[in-house]
Nanobody, 117 residues
Framework: QVQLRESGPGLVKSSQTLSLTCTVT?????????WHWIRQLPGKELEWIGY???????YYSPSLKSRTSITWDISENHFTLQLTSVTPEDTAAYYC??????????WGQGTPVTVSS
């Protein structure tokens, strides 16, 4: 059974780079699907950040594209989100998920990230 688990620092300082890893077990990320990052800011709706495909292509939200990078490590079967120049407005619960290009249907449990000013 596939499982996704997010990991990374729970606290990041403003202007630094946030780096989160999604470790996938039970399924190879190069076999298929799109591998997404999504976040939920406090009291707000979910915000899609971007994805990396099973072939390594990436696509990002236009609003976050300039600060976002999603990469993978095939040997470790994980993919990583990097968000640069963070501010307190990036404080959120961050989720990784698997799905189609438009429907991330299978989610990890999420990890909270606080950006301190």
């Amino acid at each position: 059974q596939v499982q996704l688990r997010e990991s990374g620092p729970g606290l990041v300082k403003s202007s630094q780079t946030l780096s989160l890893t999604c470790t996938v077990t039970g399924y190879s990320i190069t076999t298929g699907y799109y591998w997404h990052w999504i976040r939920q800011l406090p009291g707000k709706e979910l915000e899609w950040i971007g994805y990396i495909t099973y072939s390594g292509s990436t696509y990002y939200s236009p609003s976050l594209k300039s600060r976002t990078s999603i990469t993978w490590d095939i040997s470790e079967n994980h993919f990583t989100l990097q968000l640069t120049s963070v501010t307190p407005e990036d404080t959120a619960a961050y989720y990784c998920a698997r799905g189609s290009s438009t429907n991330p249907s299978y989610w990890g449990q999420g990890t909270p990230v606080t950006v301190s000013s």
